[in-house]
């Protein structure tokens, strides 16, 4: 399966029988972040948090 970055508009490959695939094809209000942009955001996440 192919899936687009919401963010970064990369496509990646992803093997149609992993979990992400099946929730991606079966759920359209779920979108993809790629591993760099969800990391990037992560790591905001959770410097936003330690801040508190």
């Keep these: 399966m192919r899936a687009k970055c919401v963010l970064c508009d990369r496509i990646d490959t992803i093997a149609d029988d992993d979990p992400l695939a099946k929730r991606l094809r079966n ?3 779920h979108t993809y972040t790629c591993p760099e942009c969800y990391n990037r955001i992560s790591a905001k996440a959770n410097k936003r948090l330690e801040k508190k």
């Design 27 to 29: 759920r359209p209000i």
